[in-house]
């Protein structure tokens, strides 16, 4: 069955930092992939999305994400890391229903930002 | 462009008793979706709309949910009678299409308790 795992749960990092969030999912065919970003109180926003070509996706707020189709892995990451960061990441995998598209998604990573 | 606009934002209720949660999607996107997200857990989608028919349902618990979309446009999900584990997040997004890369915009979300 697909699904995506994200492995960690939590993760805290300092300001200026480097980041990467992994995830991993399992899909038959070629997988299309993304990347939501949820702050408190607020719904998902899309950071960016994998359908194919370079394997290298840029995103919005500086966010990046790689994906290696070997490793089954879609992992996020951002060279510098900002307090605004902080937030829950989603990680998802659209797979088909009925002629159409539904989303997958992670159970999700808490990113917490040290001053 | 306004979003997807959601309401109510908060509604506690007690066990066994009704309620319902409304979505406005964004003006001509002919796929709308209500997922559930309980804490912990990343959403789950329990019904996807194409115009006003149904693509995806098979994850909805139809003896106690049901929603429609009458006319295409805005969309009501209810849950009578509710139980303690309906407590969850429950989202609503939509889409221009409903294809395999489609991307979802997000509301902001109602937060429900059930006591």
């Known amino acids: 069955a697909q699904s995506v795992t994200q492995p960690d749960i939590h993760i805290t990092v300092s300001e200026g930092a480097s980041l990467e969030l992994r995830c991993n999912y399992s899909?038959?065919?070629?997988?299309?992939l993304f990347w939501y970003v949820q702050s408190p109180g607020q719904g998902l926003q899309l950071l960016l999305k994998?359908?194919?070509?370079?394997?290298l996706v840029q995103g919005i707020k500086g966010f990046e994400a790689e994906f290696k189709r070997s490793q089954s892995s879609f992992n996020l990451r951002k060279p510098s890391v900002h307090w605004s960061d902080a937030a829950e990441y989603f990680c998802?995998?659209?797979?088909?229903?009925?002629?159409?598209?539904?989303?997958?998604f992670g159970q999700g990573t808490e990113l917490s930002v040290k001053p | 462009e306004a979003g997807v606009a959601q309401s109510p934002r908060y509604k506690i209720i007690e066990k066994r008793q009704s309620v319902a949660f409304w979505c406005n999607p964004i003006?001509?996107?002919?796929?709308l979706y209500w997922y559930q997200q309980i804490l912990g857990q990343g959403p789950k989608l329990l019904i996807q709309?194409?115009?006003?028919?149904?693509?995806?349902d098979s994850q909805l618990p139809k003896d106690r949910f049901s929603a429609e979309r009458l006319k295409g446009v805005d969309s009501t999900l209810k849950i009578q009678p509710a139980k303690l584990e309906d407590s969850a997040v429950y989202l609503c997004?939509?889409?221009?299409?409903?294809?395999?890369?489609?991307?979802?915009?997000f509301g902001p979300g109602t937060r429900l308790l059930v006591l």
């Open positions: 998802a995998v659209s797979m088909m229903n009925n002629q159409g598209g539904k989303l997958i």
């Open positions: 899909y038959g065919a070629t997988p299309y």
């Open positions: 997004a939509s889409s221009l299409g409903r294809g395999l890369g489609e991307t979802q915009y």
């Open positions: 003006s001509g996107h002919a796929t």
């Open positions: 709309f194409q115009n006003n028919g149904v693509v995806d």
């Open positions: 994998y359908f194919s070509g370079d394997t």
